[in-house]
């Protein structure tokens, strides 16, 4: 069965430049997560998509970062402008999201650093 | 922040030791899940408890849950240096996944 799979693996851009990180979850998968994950804490979630429509998206800072399903497929991360803080490595997970399972499987991750 | 606490932080432990971790989370869950973090394999889960169950094994794995106290635990018996890796808690309320901040788990051999 294929994993979660993302692109790019590293990205270094500049601050205040833009960044968009991709993601396509396990075929079937209803739920789509995109999490934060600065160096030496937990990942924190920015934003939940339920088939392609948000579920939660109360951590997502809005004013830079935006998020699309495209057909409750294929998902794409964007952040615009960044900051040096926006340094973290951005998960994607799915899961089949229902009461069958909520186990999340996880990509490798895109690590952005902002200089 | 949304995110539960884990206890400790870090661990440090001879091979063949058990390693206990907890984990005190914050919302009202269906499930609790605990996943494994390293740098070979990334995020990857391990065992999910209900929340009306009490204890649940997987191999080396033990999970106990008290939704009274809001809390779980995770003991890993005869560890091994590939145990070593950082572990999470993650409350799961209504599907949303919350991580907690983590044990980072040091086998020596």
Redo the contacts between chains.
């Keep these: 069965e294929a994993g979660v799979a993302q692109s790019p693996r590293y990205k270094i851009i500049e601050k205040r430049q833009s960044v968009a990180f991709w993601c396509n979850p396990i075929s079937g998968h209803a739920?789509l997560?995109w999490?934060q994950q600065i160096l030496g804490?937990?990942?924190?979630?920015l934003i939940?998509f339920?088939n392609n429509g948000v579920?939660?998206d109360s951590?997502l800072p809005k004013d830079r970062f935006s998020a699309e399903r495209l057909k409750g497929v294929d998902s794409t991360l964007k952040i615009q402008p960044a900051k040096l803080e926006d340094s973290a490595v951005y998960?994607c997970?799915s899961?089949l999201?229902?009461l069958i399972g909520?186990?999340?499987?996880?990509?490798?991750?895109t690590r952005l650093t902002v200089v | 922040s949304q995110q539960g606490e884990e206890d400790p932080q870090a661990l440090s432990i001879q091979e063949g030791e058990n390693a206990t971790m907890n984990c005190s989370y914050k919302t009202s869950i269906n499930n609790l899940q605990w996943y494994r973090q390293n740098s070979g394999r990334g995020l990857v889960h391990l065992i999910l408890i209900r929340s009306n169950e009490r204890e649940k094994h997987s191999g080396r794995l033990r999970v106990t849950l008290d939704t009274s106290k809001k809390s779980s635990s995770l003991l890993i018996t005869a560890s091994r240096a590939a145990d070593t890796a950082s572990y999470f808690c993650v409350e799961d309320s209504s599907y949303k996944l919350i991580f907690g901040s983590g044990t980072r788990l040091l086998v020596r051999p």
Excluded at chain 1, 41 to 45: A, I, N, R, V
Excluded at chain 1, 102 to 109: D, V
């Design positions: 739920t997560y999490y804490q937990g990942p924190k979630l939940q339920q579920v939660d951590q998960l997970a899961s999201g229902n909520t186990e999340a499987f996880f990509g490798q991750g």
